[in-house]
């Protein structure tokens, strides 16, 4: 808890203190969710600005704490891992692609609605029908962090996949990869089973389809994987490649040479053995908790290891 990265720890505290001003506010008459959640598009109260400050809005408490609590829970590890501009980067572009998403959803819940009601009513009808639904349309109103938060939850199960975690009520622990499974299938068929919800399902979906482009594209760029980590972690990670690919070619050489090593071949095995070894365990560690939480005697032997 007194050791949680600087980015999860200030949107915690941002999230906390505009739950608190909704509270203040609401008590003068002015409704911040009104104002600062994420209307229709289409609606005379949406504004562009929406898309970023819905998601430090809350219906009530119960869902900033379950919103909070993953945030923590999930944030801490994956923020360690990408360091603070990535996963900043990664948390807001999450909740953008979320309500998104969200109003594509409205659009075409919209669009069904005015069908059935209005004969004749096309395409081209779409912004008189509308201009004539504000009233109806303004209430269409998105608020919560849980769109970025399930794009964390994917970041989680997509870096720690085979991670084995209790979730209650199950009586047994479940691999990461299987409870953000079970997530998405929950999320879509509560999206396509269920309409005229308080819960913004597609949203959610949003949140973990937007997550998934961008991990995607990281893993497969590595130069744009890259973006927002600290020199020491680049440095790790140019390192570790070094690593591996030298450790391979050792490897063929001394079965070329065995016969210019003094030492014998079990000392040898041994030795290499516990070298990689030690090579292992600190990457382990980096991997859990950052390149700068090893001590300079680790950060020493990966270097030398990287040579």
Not at 175 to 180: D, H, I, M, R, T
Not at 190 to 195: E, H
Not at 215 to 225: E, T
Request: aromatic share 16%; glycine share 10%; hydrophobic share 45%.
């Amino acid at each position: 808890m007194f050791r949680i990265p600087t980015i999860t720890k200030n949107l915690l505290i941002i999230n906390v203190l505009m739950f608190f001003a909704t509270w203040v506010f609401a008590r003068r008459g002015v409704d911040l969710n009104d104002l600062l959640g994420l209307h229709f598009f289409l609606a005379s109260d949406f504004g562009i600005y929406q898309l970023v400050t819905y998601m430090f809005m809350h219906a009530g408490f119960t869902h900033l704490f379950f919103n909070m609590f993953s945030l923590w829970m999930f944030g801490c590890v994956v923020e360690n891992v990408w360091g603070p501009k990535k996963f900043l980067f990664y948390y807001m572009a999450c909740g953008v692609g979320a309500g998104l998403l969200q109003m594509v959803a409205q659009f075409g819940e919209f669009y069904l609605l005015a069908s059935e009601q209005l004969p004749g009513f096309g395409f081209g009808d779409v912004m008189e029908v509308a201009r004539n639904s504000s009233a109806v349309l303004n209430l269409w109103t998105t608020v919560g962090a849980s769109g970025a938060v399930y794009g964390i939850l994917l970041a989680f199960g997509m870096l720690f996949p085979e991670q084995r975690m209790f979730i209650f009520p199950l009586p047994v622990p479940i691999k990461a990869k299987w409870f953000v499974c079970i997530f998405v299938a929950i999320e879509l068929f509560s999206a396509l089973g269920t309409s005229g919800s308080n819960v913004a399902h597609f949203a959610h979906l949003g949140g973990m389809l937007f997550g998934y482009i961008m991990i995607r594209y990281w893993r497969d760029n590595p130069g744009g994987g890259g973006f927002g980590r600290s020199r020491g972690q680049q440095f790790f990670d140019k390192m570790k490649d070094n690593w591996e690919r030298r450790s391979h070619r050792r490897s063929d050489e001394a079965g070329r040479n065995d016969g210019q090593r003094r030492e014998s071949d079990w000392d040898y095995n041994a030795r290499k053995k516990a070298e990689q070894d030690e090579i292992d365990r600190i990457l382990d560690k980096v991997r859990r908790s950052g390149y700068d939480s090893l001590t300079d005697e680790e950060k020493r032997k990966l270097f030398d290891g990287g040579k």
